[in-house]
């Protein structure tokens, strides 16, 4: 059964920095991508950025500059650094794992979430 547990969200004033880890368990057939999403109460759940077992990254415009992704894809472990962080970053930020399924369809597996507060 995979799993993907993240940590290291919690309380930040603007301007402030936070750094989110996640580890996938069990086994993802065809790992390729490991990436975060984050979602407010009563929104979308949005894309944030992503990395790719091919050393490539790609980002939302509205965290370009202030955050980066790393990945290790040989642990199955994927960082998000929150840089310069704004009130509009208050969410739930959720970790991405994309691999391929047994019938050869892409599967995309999801964490738990870990709230994220930027607040004075």
């Known amino acids: 059964q995979v799993q993907l547990v993240e940590s290291g969200g919690g309380l930040v004033r603007p301007g402030g920095s936070l750094r989110l880890s996640c580890v996938a368990s069990?086994?993802?057939?065809?790992?390729?991508?490991m990436g975060w999403y984050r979602q407010v109460v009563g929104r979308q759940r949005e894309f944030i950025a992503t990395?790719?077992?091919?050393?490539?990254?790609d980002y939302a415009d509205s965290v370009k500059g202030r955050f980066t992704i790393s990945g290790d894809f040989v642990n199955k472990t994927v960082y998000l650094q929150l840089n310069s962080l704004k009130l509009e970053g208050t969410a739930v930020y959720y970790c991405?794992?994309?691999?391929?399924?047994?019938?050869?369809?892409?599967?995309?597996?999801w964490g738990q979430g870990t709230q994220v507060t930027v607040s004075s």
């Open positions: 069990g086994k993802i057939g065809g790992l390729y991508a």
């Open positions: 991405s794992a994309g691999g391929i399924g047994t019938d050869g369809s892409p599967r995309q597996y």
């Open positions: 990395s790719t077992n091919r050393d490539t990254t």
